[in-house]
């Protein structure tokens, strides 16, 4: 359970960063408070799996699902320039929290 809530976490970290970027600098009402908001439910959520969990683990599982994800987002939404080395290096992070998911059993 702990780390279905950590990916849950993560996905809606990338929720809350997309946010903010539609904020433009929180000077957008409805933008800057699904960013709050969503960021709110995404600390609650990596709160709660972080008491089952190494904190180590934790955190860099739910930064890297998150950064993994607003790296797509970018690519699709904001015009973020898509390139080979780019999808090596999230297919790295991705790599990553593979390897911490399965060494944490």
């Known amino acids: 359970m702990a780390w279905g809530l950590l990916l849950v976490a ?10 903010m970027k539609q904020s433009e600098g929180f000077t957008r009402f409805w933008p800057s408070l699904a960013a709050i908001t969503a960021a709110m439910i995404s600390f ?11 904190v180590g683990t934790g955190y860099a599982v739910w930064v890297g699902v998150g950064a993994v994800g607003v790296a797509i987002a970018g690519m ?13 290096c999230i297919g790295t992070i991705i ?4 390897g911490l998911r399965l060494i944490e059993n």
């Open 95 to 98: 790599a990553g929290v593979i």
């Open 44 to 54: 609650a959520l990596l709160s709660i799996a972080l008491r089952y969990l190494p």
């Open 76 to 88: 699709i939404w904001f015009g973020d320039h898509v390139t080979p080395l780019r999808f090596l």
């Open 10 to 19: 993560g996905l809606v970290e990338v929720v809350w960063v997309t946010a």
